[in-house]
């Protein structure tokens, strides 16, 4: 059982966060910055990039199919992580301020200057509440970059988020036990191994779930219990 005391908010940002890095996307939260003295505009609660070039082999287990990866682009993914199925939505500065958005892919650098007014215009509509999942998982492309927003409802459950392109807990669950616990050990990459390198805030939900402490249901109770989340 872990030693801190874990809020639930935290174990959810946690999962999104390792999840997607199984999945090759390097991952960060962002302040968008404000003129207001003593303000800001919005959090991103995670910012995640992925390159065209990444692998691993050794892992023998490809992306997870979830993420709708198309071959040759970079990919950029704007996450807002909600506890509640009701609350899922993007925050409002970012459905209905273009400077946020733009804020944002400046930030990343992923796009040309000259380009980023003109993929925040189509980006928008994308981040308003009842896009359905097809439209959000296409995302928009510009250069070889593609950019998504993608919300994600780690203790939601799939018929919650039917027709929304929400990243749930199941998955979630799904896709770190094919990585952590295959059924037969693979001949270049181990799976046991000092479990801190993951560093103090992802080490003991990835502990957990190399222990099988997450149980057979896929659903967070037991990652609760074992990090004494309230």
Known sequence: MSARRWRKSEVHEALVVLYLRLNGYFTTGLVVQSPEWGKNRTEIDCLAIRHPNHDQPERELGPAPFLGLREGEVDLLICEVKSVASELAFNERLKRDPEVVQSVLDWAG??????????????????QDGVTANHAREGVSEAGVRVRGL??????????????????????????NDCFNPAERRVGCSTRYNFQLWGSWLAPIVECIKSGGVGSDSSLDGLYWYLDAV
């Open 151 to 176: 919300l994600c409802g780690p203790p939601c459950g799939e018929v919650e988020v039917q027709d929304t392109w929400c990243l749930v807990g199941a998955e979630i669950l799904r896709f770190a």
């Open 110 to 127: 992923v796009f040309r200057r000259a380009t980023v007014p003109s993929v925040v215009e189509r980006l928008l509509p994308l981040l």
